[in-house]
């Protein structure tokens, strides 16, 4: 007699593939996981309105940091902010918001350009540097000389025997920073380097280089990402010191740091302490919601903090 409550299923051999666990997206997960943060959201828009007034309004401002201004017309001097000038004039009467982010647009190409130089070069050679037993024998020694050299030093050096001027500093500021950061990822090349799969790629006759950018380098991507958050806030600092105390570029050359320098005399100034604190203020913003976002990219690069 037959059971109507039952009836025979036909056997599917795909379905012993079948996973019950939901897709998984790598990159759908990063940006979820970095837009989950309104903090992270605020900052970001914050850093892009800085980098997009500071590289895109010089383009029309035309701002000449040489120009006298209206000297002649005493009613421009000292005009606090307002609608007609919204980071006020200076004493020679020139417009303080062209002025600010012509220096700006200057201060973040260089310390873009220095990040760029430094993590392409540090990235590269700390890669070889750690896969490869013979090559760090040369090179830790290197680094060993290098790294008790104290690094403003170098480039202090560096910018007096070269000469004031944008490409100049931007040589100094990467000539030995890259090594710190070749440094940095030869250690992290070094924990993973001798696994398991790393071991069977080598028996198996895989390239170096293969197993480098197929192998180690996707686990690192969170680890560059880091240290490109780490560089871009630094390299900023060092380029206001330096234009603070009067070397790294060039008197025609507009930056963060010069107007620190150039408007101090005016930080306790009731009528024109603004010419100072506005330079100071847009500094710390570009410099802590770069640090922000570059920090929040690299968690959300690493696939373990994915996991819900």
């Known amino acids: ?39 992270v959201i605020t900052m970001l828009v914050i850093s892009a309105v800085i980098m997009l007034f500071s590289f895109i309004h010089p383009l ?22 307002c609608l007609e000038y919204p980071f006020g004039t200076d004493r020679t009467g020139r ?3 062209d002025a600010v982010w012509a ?47 104290p690094f403003t030093l170098v480039v202090m050096v560096l910018v007096y025997v070269m000469g004031a001027g944008k490409w100049q500093l931007i040589f100094a500021l990467s000539c030995t920073s890259w090594l710190s950061t070749a440094y940095f990822i030869r250690v992290q090349v070094m924990i ?19 197993i ?17 958050a780490r560089d871009v806030p630094n390299f900023i600092s060092y380029e206001v010191f330096l234009s603070f105390i009067g070397i790294g570029l060039d008197v025609t050359e507009p930056s963060l740091g010069r107007m620190v320098s150039d408007y101090v005399q005016y930080m306790q100034a009731p009528s024109a302490s603004y010419l100072f604190w506005i330079p100071v ?11 922000i ?8 690069t690493d696939p373990r903090t994915h996991m819900i």
């Open 1 to 39: 007699m037959s059971d109507n409550r039952f009836e025979f299923v036909k056997m599917e051999e795909s379905a012993s593939e079948h996973l019950s666990a939901p897709r998984y997206s790598y990159w759908a997960s990063v940006f979820r996981k970095f837009f989950s943060s309104k903090v």
């Open 60 to 81: 029309f401002s035309h701002y000449d940091p040489t120009s006298q201004g209206n000297i002649n017309d005493k009613t421009m001097s000292f005009i606090k902010p």
């Open 95 to 97: 417009n303080m918001f």
């Open 103 to 149: 220096s700006c647009g200057n201060s973040l190409s260089i310390a873009l350009i220095a990040t760029g130089v430094t993590t392409t070069l540090g990235v590269i050679v700390g890669a070889f540097w750690g896969f490869s037993k013979k090559l760090d024998k040369i090179m830790i020694e290197v680094y060993n000389v290098v790294a008790n050299i």
């Open 192 to 210: 993973i380097r001798d696994r398991e799969y790393n071991l069977a790629s080598k028996c198996l006759g895989t390239k170096t280089s293969t």
């Open 212 to 228: 480098i950018t197929r192998n180690i380098m996707p686990y690192l991507t969170s680890i560059i990402v880091t240290s490109i």
């Open 281 to 291: 203020i847009l500094c710390a913003m570009i410099s802590v919601s770069l640090y």
């Open 293 to 300: 976002v570059g920090q929040a990219l690299a968690d959300a």
